[in-house]
């Protein structure tokens, strides 16, 4: 539908799930956009690799990358897709900054939206009785990031250091080597772009990825 909205047409949908009337795009007058579909799950990534010309993961973690660039290699052969021409971008959270603790306590009051801290994103990261910590204080992280504040409270910060480590890049610049590791490690996987996702003074979060994370990466 949205490719053939941004073709031109005016597209009518009558789906069991989804439906669209008069749906069109005024706003394209040169060449077609990218088209990325959000999706990390089988049904999802199906879909992306019939249709779209690339896919976007939502924080995905070293632990799960076997599985999904898995669905992502089956659906590419399944629908006769090649893979140099599908892109695959993982949306990341970048909390690197100058002062090492409010890189860590702007990542901690950030983790609830980390896959909205669901089992699949924190369990490999912990213990069992950690990962029980963690279920039952849900609405500790929600408060911490409604709040905007870096204290996660009744969660140990032992606990917190593991989640702000395995699901997003934060630390000052000394941390910046180990993270492009990681970045290394999805690019041998298959991942072919990462959105880095900026917070707080997102011009001098620019200033180091340009300055100091791009040439490491060279």
């Not at 069109?24 to 999802?44: E, F």
């Not at 990681?182 to 300055?211: S, Y």
Request: glycine residues 8%; contains cysteine.
């Amino acid at each position: 539908m949205v490719k053939r909205a941004v073709a031109g047409e005016v597209v009518k949908w009558d789906g069991e799930v989804y439906k669209a009337r008069y749906f069109q795009s005024t706003w394209v007058t040169g060449t077609p956009p990218i088209i990325y579909a959000g999706a990390n799950g089988p049904k999802m990534i199906d879909m992306a690799t019939r249709f779209a010309d690339g896919t976007m993961f939502s924080d995905m973690i070293l632990p799960m990358l076997p599985r999904t660039m898995g669905y992502v290699r089956e659906g590419l052969a399944k629908h006769g897709r090649e893979a140099r021409d599908f892109r695959v971008n993982n949306f990341c959270a970048f909390h690197v900054k100058d002062d090492r603790e409010v890189s860590f306590s702007e990542a901690r009051r950030e983790l609830i939206i980390r896959g909205w801290l669901e089992a699949p994103w924190y369990e490999p990261f912990l213990t069992p009785e950690e990962a029980a910590i963690v279920g039952a204080n849900k609405h500790a992280f929600l408060t911490a990031f409604r709040t905007r504040s870096g204290d996660i409270k009744g969660v140990p910060p032992e606990i917190c250091a593991k989640l702000v480590e395995g699901l997003s890049l934060a630390g000052d610049l000394h941390d910046l080597d180990r993270h492009v590791e990681r970045l290394r490690t999805f690019a041998a996987a298959g991942i072919t772009e990462n959105a880095l996702r900026l917070h707080d003074d997102p011009v001098r979060a620019i200033h180091i990825i340009g300055k100091e994370l791009l040439p490491r990466l060279r």
